[in-house]
């Protein structure tokens, strides 16, 4: 009988996993994708989802659980969550190398805390943010099509930008600052700022990198004619939500420090509706 794995924790369980699943968009995104790809999403899902927990939650060494979590990668799984994973890398063939780089990332932030230039901040997401785009593409079986994969990440990359304006505090809290240093001197703004209260050089840098996210999420819209069907709907649908996301935080204002600004489940709904309209 294998050993008990220190991944078994209370914090790290499935039922944890899942339950915060429930709590996110995330279950609206994928009602739109096929039913035959929903467990598929829902494991690779939960695996981003347990990378991160190690990297900001876990107690003890951070290193160690993310090594143990490789070796499970590689095999054989014994916790619940990395047995569904497994399931899905066989039934879908998909490469293993994503899945590393989003452990990668998590390693990345026990180590290094600012990025110097936008350049930098980029070459991160291509590690916490693209390789899960990619492993989408893998499960629709459409990831060795250069151009779908350009639209990908740029959705990913987009994404973990609009993330990275909703939690400026929060990131400071962890510790880390994921703004590009370049972009705060700028706008005259230091680290410590970022903790609050609203100024307008603040707004001012989050209008700037917002904008950017923008460019980002656009260009990644056309995955939608490029997938077509369902998932092309639900691929859609992310980007829609992170178009979202930045309307709500400029609805705020750019206060991020009062709450964290996002779109509501009932936006993601409509959004659904008028994909499905579209279609």
């Not at 609206?28 to 989802?49: E, K, N, T």
């Not at 990668?104 to 901040?121: H, L």
């Not at 930008?161 to 400071?172: G, I, S, T």
Request: with cysteine; net charge negative.
């Amino acid at each position: 009988m294998p050993s008990a794995s220190v991944l078994d924790a209370p914090e790290l369980a499935a039922a944890r996993i899942d339950a915060r699943a429930s709590g996110e968009n995330f279950p609206v995104a994928s009602l739109l994708a096929p039913r035959r790809a929903r467990p598929h999403l829902r494991a690779v899902y939960g695996f981003a989802r347990l990378v991160d927990n190690l990297g900001d939650e876990a107690a003890g060494d951070r290193d160690a659980l993310l090594d143990e979590l490789e070796r499970e990668l590689e095999g054989p799984p014994r916790t619940e969550i990395m047995q569904r994973l497994h399931a899905t890398i066989a039934a879908r063939a998909l490469p293993l190398e994503p899945f590393r780089r989003l452990i990668e990332a998590n390693r990345i932030d026990q180590v290094r805390s600012r990025y110097e230039t936008w350049e930098d901040v980029r070459e991160y997401c291509a590690y916490s943010a693209d390789p899960v785009g990619r492993l989408v593409l893998g499960i629709y079986g459409r990831d060795g099509e250069p151009e779908l994969v350009v639209m990908s990440d740029a959705v990913c990359t987009g994404l973990q930008l609009v993330n990275f304006l909703q939690d400026p505090p929060r990131d400071l809290s962890l510790g880390r600052v994921y703004l590009p240093q370049q972009d705060l001197r700028s706008f005259g703004i230091a680290d410590e700022d970022l903790a609050g209260p609203l100024t307008e050089p603040i707004v001012g840098l989050l209008r700037f990198e917002a904008e950017r996210a923008r460019s980002l999420l656009e260009h990644g819209l056309p995955l939608r004619k490029a997938l077509s069907g369902r998932p092309g709907l639900s691929v859609a649908l992310y980007a829609r939500g992170g178009l979202a996301a930045l309307d709500a935080l400029e609805r705020a204002g750019w206060d991020v420090f009062t709450e964290r600004p996002a779109p509501t489940r009932l936006t993601f709904a409509r959004l659904a509706l008028r994909e499905l309209v579209r279609r």
